[in-house]
């Protein structure tokens, strides 16, 4: 194996959806000069990863290749593919590529770790290309949900590779360029060795629609609300929330900016020139002084964070702003998995103010960023590659892909994270599977998935904790009884005794009949005691509790 | 205020989709007379409800009134109806009353917590009575998701109430009776003062599909499938089953019953005369010695719940069975909000192994058991009372329900849990405020849901724990030096040591700077430690843990 090959590899967002992360490579075997397309995040849950303030992927294989790395690409401003940029920066020490609006919020993201602002370069759009290593790569303008996504154009001596990073085939997107289709197919009159395509709505059978349509629809909702209206989208969905501050000027109402990230967002636009118009904005200071009928306000929180503008405002006051009686409350967003419990709680908390709530049930006040199955067909079809790879997926999307591509004749396999495909043949082959997993933000600390810290954290939000302090003296005598503190867990239970009394009297029993040699020895004192906290809690309370055992020696 | 009135109390279900207890009462303010309908449950969760097995209403207002109560009538055996009655049994002391399939499950209940069975009894269908105080009560055969639902004729010296209960307006549902227009027009023809009406599926803009309109779309996707399939769904929807079981013995395959939960409502169905008619069933171990393409799997675990059998199928083999590629698994259930995760997880596990699932995207291979807006209104438009209150659904429900009566003519009220309304009039008013809320079953424990066990063990979860242990001597002097152990906590942090061994040092120096007022005095000491471990490791690690602080004293 010495000649040279073209490789991709998912280090994340194969196989689930978020945390974007492909490394391509070209070059002999172990030698590949390397880039990586999009650097992304996950979000923590209480349910596998309590406590953690974001998920990354882990990128141990490419730190310990480095110095392979010509450079970073990043597709587009979402966080699940520029959130892990800077964090990751120190560690893969490359340049890092994007489009003006990109660049500009990875750069305030680099700010704010104290790394050089000029690590991120600004790439024009294709047909401007930048030459790394093997590699020449432009950036394709493509319409998604957020201002200037790009697909990637990268040529190897093996052939034309297109990544198609996230889209959706507008041809009115209302900011950011129309999907072109003279333009994937001129891309592709050479021939495509691979296409890696966004796999993120291969389920939904109709075609997308465009974000144009929605200017009416919401215009007529705002101009029929007699209250205060407030609409909460992504705020990267800068066309969105162009479409909705304008249907609120329409309505001849003025509009309000709540929320960091919505703030961020739209001053991103301006500085970077992908937004020209918006309608005057207000201040929620001015607002406060303001006719509620005549407000409209663009506020964060669609997916019912619990410290977005939505549900502060669904809580109470924001910024001396407060929702009640006859407000209408529109998201115009779709609730993302795992989140439903959050925004239906909004809506809730909404309905008991007497706001009435209008979401996408109705399919008339969003449109996905990503292109739907037909879609997907669509930009297949302009380019005609030798291989469909499926990216930007779980197993089911990729999989169902895949199988999508076969049935049209091309070439594909199901690629998840960790699997070092070779891409320079007729088909996909599996050079190598890597390992690969999730390094976890907590606090200021890089953490391990597999380090046991979140286990330890489920089990005792599970099961409680209980701390057994033991004092020994010089002879190995217990000097004093046993104590125990507990944390979370009933106070009392079947014998209505506190529980704390109940464990440490079988404690003390348990002192009492030990032995010499148990007393003597810390590893099995501990387990004794450990044991023992356990099974008199069982039979307490009904639960084995998390313990800790505190020995000390007089010595 | 010494003339009787009519009242009605909702104790669980009205605010929330779950643990439904419903008190009605008549009689002179504060001597009423009271039947309580359903004792239900709701399930927890990691977000709010770590460790908790069971989420209860607080009963207490009941319990206190407890020679005040007639009786309990469950209306149907799902757990948000039935499942608190035995766990509430010794605390109210009532006689329980259900239809025969809902007390055969109620009484499997009442058996495994050792109370007596016959202290439910079984109740024929209306026009069959039981006179209970100044209540005449009838149960009414209504259409739902399980055999024999009921609704509620209670007749009071202030007129006629009637309760849904949970329902749709099947003309045929499979199993148990069709939903009779006749019946609840017959039942109204001199008047309902009140009716009391199930919300949950209010926002479904379209009627409502019957069961038996599902056996030709499952016989044709099992008769099209060429391995072996499995389909899940709620073990108590018994119709369901029953369409699934013979949708397989058309296509010619056994059928093989997995999960506990399946078992057991097949076998309460059969012993109380509700299903007759059932395919034969093949066990397990039968299965494994048969080709797959021969096999039908009826499975628990529609919700994705980790220990059910579709989950362990996703994980792996099952009482011998295992999934493979070109298997089938058919969601025929909706995904209850908050269990999505679960259920895509399981999605995905069955995509990895190569098989195909279809779920209820479609609309084809499931229906609701609740009634759609337009099947609320028939109804409404059947029963005309006086006043119509909204129950069985959050507040956004509640609200669309009641404003839909509002539109119609009818007097109503949005009423949630703690509202003691007062119904004898002709519109509902609100008599008092009665504190209610929740109680956790925590392994054998009740606890209340204010009591603070669960947000310690939700801080655990999130912030980590770190025991400080501090010995002293007689002189209120350290005896050696504090030490720490951590939980859920990472290893390392910005200084690159040992986060045990930085805490430590910093907890050394804090008891040799420390003055004898401080040392002295057990609340102060603990408190300087907690506060200095806190941070000590949010200035290594950026987080701040729960500390639990030991200090022995050698007095």
């Known amino acids: 194996m010495s000649t040279e090959r073209l ?94 609006f990109t660049a500009n919020i990875a750069r ?14 600004i790439v024009s759009a294709w047909p401007e290309v930048i030459k790394l290593g093997p590699f020449t790569v432009g950036v394709v303008p493509i319409s998604h949900s957020v201002p200037e996504s790009g697909g990637m154009v990268i040529d190897t001596p093996a052939g034309r590779v297109l990544h198609s990073g996230d889209f959706k085939t507008d041809p009115t997107p209302i900011v950011g360029e129309p999907f072109d289709p003279a333009v994937w197919s001129e ?35 705002v101009e029929d609300a007699k209250g205060m209206v407030v609409a909460t989208t992504f705020a990267s969905n800068v066309a969105r929330v162009k479409t909705l501050a304008e249907a609120g000027e329409r309505a001849g109402r003025s509009v309000v900016l709540l929320g960091r990230a919505m703030q961020r967002m739209v001053e991103a636009s301006i500085e970077t020139g992908v937004l020209t118009q918006f309608p005057k904005v207000v201040s929620p200071e001015e607002a406060t002084q303001m006719p509620r009928e005549n407000l409209m306000l663009l506020v964060t929180g669609s997916q019912g964070e619990r410290r977005a503008a939505s549900a502060q405002l669904a809580r109470g006051k924001y910024r001396g702003l407060q929702l009640k009686e006859g407000d209408l409350f529109l998201f115009s967003s779709k609730t993302i998995p795992g989140n ?15 706001v009435d709530v209008v979401d996408d049930s109705s399919g008339v006040y969003h449109v996905s960023g990503h292109a739907n199955r037909p879609d997907l067909e669509t930009l297949h079809d302009l380019v005609k590659p030798k291989m469909l790879i499926p990216m930007h997926g779980e197993h089911r999307h990729l999989r169902e892909h895949s199988r999508l591509g076969l049935s049209k004749g091309m070439a594909s396999a199901v690629v998840v994270n960790g699997m070092l495909m070779d891409l320079t043949g007729d088909t996909p082959v599996v050079a190598e599977y890597i390992d690969t997993g999730r390094t976890y933000l907590d606090g200021s600390v890089k953490i391990g998935a597999m380090d046991g810290v979140v286990r330890d954290r489920i089990r005792m939000a599970l099961n409680g904790h ?54 003597r020895d810390d590893d099995k004192l501990e387990e004794g005691l450990r044991r023992l906290t356990r099974q008199s809690a069982q039979n307490e309370i009904g639960k084995k509790p998390e313990v800790t055992v505190v020995v000390s020696r007089m010595r």
């Open 466 to 519: 209980v701390v057994v302090t033991v004092i020994l003296d010089e002879e190995d005598e217990p000097l004093g009884e046993p104590w125990c503190d507990v944390k979370g867990l009933a106070e009392t239970g079947r014998s209505k005794e506190g529980l704390v009394e109940v464990l440490e009297k079988d404690l003390n029993q348990f002192l009492k009949r030990a032995g010499k040699k148990t007393l």
């Open 340 to 354: 439903e419990k959050g925004v239906i709680g909004i809506i809730n908390q909404l309905s008991e103010k007497g």
């Open 7 to 100: 490789i991709y590899l998912p280090l994340g967002g194969a196989g689930e959806i978020g945390m974007n992360a492909y490394v391509y490579g070209y070059g002999k075997p172990g030698k590949e000069r390397l880039i990586l397309v999009d650097l992304g995040v996950a979000f923590p849950d209480m349910d596998s990863t309590p406590g953690v303030d974001l998920i990354m992927p882990d990128m141990t294989w490419l730190q310990e290749r480095a110095d392979q790395l010509e450079g970073i690409f990043i597709t587009h401003a979402h966080e699940d593919h520029i959130g892990g940029v800077a964090h990751m920066y120190s560690k893969l020490n490359a340049p890092i590529f994007a489009r003006a």
């Open 187 to 221: 891309l592709s009159k050479d021939g495509v060795q691979a296409l890696l395509c966004d796999s993120t709505n291969v389920f939904s059978p109709n075609p997308g629609r465009s974000e144009l349509e929605l200017g009416p629809e919401i215009t007529k909702l």
């Open 108 to 121: 305030r993201k680099m700010k704010e770790h104290g790394h050089p602002e000029d690590a991120v370069q």
